[in-house]
């Protein structure tokens, strides 16, 4: 078993995905000779030729529009949006056509398409390169949400986005894109789309956490545990829609405290929808309220001020032992 970054992990999986399945199709701009950005698709070209990997014109509704023509066709392209604050020029062709395609044929047709942007800040970027707005997509019925956090399951729930029948936002962290490596098998392996996952556990407090922000949650673990004697169960969400519910609903009824953390500013973010299924589920084991623990309600700031921004383990810390001391 090699160990992977996330990017050599999607790289893996496109590759994989690629060589069963000559429906697949990968287009962006930059995804073919350059290899993409961040060289996600390094190689892809060169193996596949230019009718499987297509270097567009540095417009992103034409990729999303065609992607959506390709699906129906009877293809799944994968397309990439170099970052996603670029995602608003396509945003009409997910919400107008592709989430609604199915329901609008009465299930004649349907679109098997995913669109791959890298999200979030911690990687000093130039502006609408910094943004975390999975909870637009999220809101939107037919289309699914999913965010990886680590290089294993970024390889996996790929793979299950590009055997979905209907399209997928594929948002990855950019910032963990070559922080760490893990163990990623070169046999096939997928997760399901829709299922979180328990990282550790604990039964003292609920982390809920995803994407980047898996990091910082998994230091507070340890730091919680090994200064403070507080032991905190994480959960990983990895899908944002359709929000899977199940383990953390488990969890806070066996805890009693609740943490969400995520990037995005906190108002209307993802964290309002797991604070709502907590009091319609859980609502009498909960020994305080809800905490959160997010992004600012302000545009994500450049350089010097970034990292004030994003939530830390320190934050993290702070809020679980604030949270605890409530009576």
Request: proline share 6%; aromatic share 8%; with cysteine.
């Amino acid at each position: 078993m090699a160990k992977m970054t996330m990017v050599q992990a999607l790289n893996l999986a496109l590759r994989q995905e690629m060589e069963k399945d000559d429906r697949v199709i990968v287009l962006g701009e930059d995804v073919g000779l350059d290899g993409g950005v961040f060289r996600i698709t390094e190689g892809l070209f060169q193996q596949f030729g230019e009718t499987r990997v297509v270097d567009t014109p540095l417009a992103e509704s034409g990729i999303v529009g065609m992607s959506i023509g390709m699906a129906v066709y009877g293809l799944r392209p994968v397309c990439e949006i170099q970052f996603s604050g670029f995602d608003y020029h396509n945003f009409h062709q997910i919400e107008n056509h592709a989430a609604r395609l199915r329901w609008r044929s009465q299930g004649r047709f349907s679109v098997p398409m995913v669109l791959r942007a890298p999200y979030g800040g911690g990687v000093r970027a130039l502006e609408h390169h910094s943004e975390s707005r999975e909870a637009f997509w999220a809101h939107i019925p037919g289309i699914k949400m999913v965010i990886p956090s680590g290089p294993r399951n970024a390889r996996a729930l790929l793979v299950s986005a590009i055997r979905d029948p209907d399209p997928v936002i594929f948002y990855e962290p950019k910032a963990l894109y070559r922080a760490f490596r893990e163990d990623v098998p070169e046999e096939e392996e997928v997760l399901p789309i829709g299922r979180s996952q328990v990282v550790r556990e604990g039964k003292d407090l609920t982390l809920i956490a995803y994407g980047a922000m898996m990091r910082p949650a998994l230091a507070a673990v340890d730091e919680l545990k090994g200064k403070h004697g507080i032991e905190a169960e994480l959960i990983d969400l990895l899908t944002i829609s359709p929000l899977d519910d199940s383990l953390f609903v488990q969890s806070v009824k066996k805890t009693g405290h609740a943490m969400i953390i995520h990037e995005a500013p906190q108002s209307f973010g993802p964290g309002a929808e797991v604070v709502a299924r907590l009091v319609e589920k859980a609502f009498f084991y909960l020994e305080a309220p809800v905490a959160r623990v997010t992004g600012y309600d302000i545009t994500i700031p450049f350089f010097s001020r970034e990292n004030a921004y994003l939530p830390n383990t320190d934050r993290i810390v702070h809020g679980a032992r604030d949270l605890l001391s409530k009576p």
